[in-house]
């Protein structure tokens, strides 16, 4: 683009939408106009950014019958899949954040530190992975690049703010001892819920399968063998994984350590003898992927054992989208 975009932000009253404007001041996104939607529940409010004030529209069939270049969306599949299209034809370039568009094969699936280069192919919407893939991704590509990954087992460790409003008020209302539910199956405080989703007819969640197909599409190889469990945790922010690989080539230890701490978005903190090792608290609020407990799996030829932290809604969510803009602009 060779003009500051007019960029529209969807669902901008939520967790996500709300972290957009946070993201985009501080990373001082060129923009001409903007414009704020939600649904009509949150039209109408006020919204002061950068000094000035933006009204909420209610998002319909005839918002972007203005001049919009981006669209970023946190509104939800069903929104996505009605207004992306509308919005598309209209020549906006959307970059969505539900899980609606990620496995079309027409829709680009973006984390730009691994496929900036796929954004060029889109066709009016590119998809922004599901937050627990996107961390695993910023580190698994350099990986890969370098050792060629043949397994990948994920287990998650996710906070509550993955489920927006509802998931952070469970742990809340939890922590003060009312156990009533309306995010989870189960209370949340005190626990670990070995569900994010629902099941499918495999046993695994849709979570699951989502970190499974999401690493595949975005790596661009197949052939990788995945599993994953997914679990909730009481845990305001930030995601964290343990992640096992195994390579197809050997390696040595101090210099995957180099190849990590050299990738882009990547910080390694890895000093267990001094318990230096990433923390959900110490990720909350910053873009980064942090990497630690990195140590060679004994059990099979070429395996290391990683432990991965970051801020799911920022990262995970909201940043990722911005990045992704960035590219489009550049």
Known sequence: MNKKPNVALVGVTGVVGSTFLKVLEERDFPFNELYMMASAKSAGKTINFKGRDYIVEELNEHSFDKDIDIALFSAGGSVSEKYAPIAAAHGVTVVDNSSQWRMDPEVPLVVPEVNPEDVEWNKGIIANPNCSTIQAMVVLKPLHDKYKIKRVVYSTYQAVSGSGVKGIEDLKNGLAGNDTTN?????????????????????????????????????????IKVTATTVRVPVFDSHSESINIEFENDFDLDELREVLAKAPGIVVQDDPANSIYPLARNAAGTDEVYVGRIRRDFSVDSGVNLWVVSDNIRKGAATNTVQIAEVLIK
């Open 183 to 223: 995010a989870y199956p189960h209370p949340i405080a005190g626990n670990c819920i070995p569900q994010i989703d629902v099941f499918t007819e495999n046993g695994y969640t849709k979570e699951e399968m989502k970190m499974i197909n999401e690493t595949h599409k975005i790596l661009g190889d197949d052939s």
